[in-house]
């Protein structure tokens, strides 16, 4: 199936060599891209980390796409270095706020997409952690 077919199918914007709008899986707002890439496949991406496999089978039960095993066991590099970065503004904002430190707007909210984030991408390890 082709990447307008898809897109289409999403109510994707096309904007230059892609198309961009709300992710399938987590429905952020303009945060999801498609396009084709070299020896045309498909590139598809969320910027809040929503992994291929979950974004490939999404596309499966909109029947946008023909099922195929996209299983990545763990998660990817990206998935990892951003978890490692939000653990560290989630102390680094919890230290602070236990020092009695005020907090400005931008901390608070740096603190609260971490969060949102370490709760989609590793629901279990944030619920043992940090609740």
Not at 9 to 31: A, F, H, I, S, V
Not at 76 to 96: C, E
Not at 101 to 113: G, V
């Amino acid at each position: 199936m082709s990447i307008a077919y898809i897109a289409q199918g999403l109510g994707l914007k096309k904007m230059g060599g892609e198309y961009k709008g709300p992710c399938p899986c987590c429905g952020g707002n303009d945060r999801f891209h498609i396009k084709e890439g070299r020896n045309a496949t498909m590139m598809v991406h969320c910027r809040y980390l929503c992994s291929y496999a979950s974004i490939m089978r999404q596309l499966e039960d909109l029947g946008l796409v023909d099922k195929e095993p996209y299983e990545h066991i763990g998660p990817t590099a990206d998935q990892v270095a951003t978890m490692q970065g939000d653990k560290m503004v989630m102390a680094i904002y919890n230290a602070d706020k236990q020092a009695g430190n005020k907090q400005s707007l931008a901390d608070y909210r740096r603190h609260k997409l971490a969060v949102e984030r370490h709760k989609a991408m590793a629901p279990q390890e944030y619920q043992t952690n940090y609740n």
